[in-house]
């Protein structure tokens, strides 16, 4: 599937008035080496006694990850897809912000440890090990 045909399914698909979520799920559903993945989530929020249950699908085809996306409130249903480029953009968003969070857990940890006067591993270097080698010839 290209970009092109995408976007003339997403066209054809609002001129039938079919919504976007039911045509791009029926266009790559028969695709050969299709994989999905589906959750079901219950969120509530206990003040005021609201439940939300999220329906999240991921679709791995060859051109990208396509999302889908149902949550079922009191006041009715909202679906949406979420198309390769944006998942991709989540993606990456989401590996920045861990890889951000470990290197912070990181440093607060050496921080500790050097409050503490432990030494950080320092590996040896050439001039240490010609260091080390002097001294055990000269003994």
Known sequence: MTEQ?????VIAAASAGQPIIDRMRGSIAN????????????ETIPLVNRVTTFV????????????????????????????PRVM??????HAGMVKK???DRAKTAADTRRGKGIVPFQPKTL?????????DETG
């Open 127 to 135: 001039a240490d090990e010609e260091d080390d080698a002097f001294e």
């Open 31 to 42: 695709l050969p080496g299709l994989q999905t993945r589906q959750s079901t989530v219950k």
């Open 5 to 9: 045909s995408m976007t003339e399914q």
């Open 88 to 93: 991709a953009r989540i993606y990456a968003q």
């Open 56 to 83: 999240v699908e991921t679709c791995r085809t060859d051109e990208g990850y396509h999302g889908f996306l149902e949550a079922f409130t009191p006041e009715g249903m909202v679906r949406l897809y979420v198309p």
């Open 101 to 103: 969070a470990k290197s």
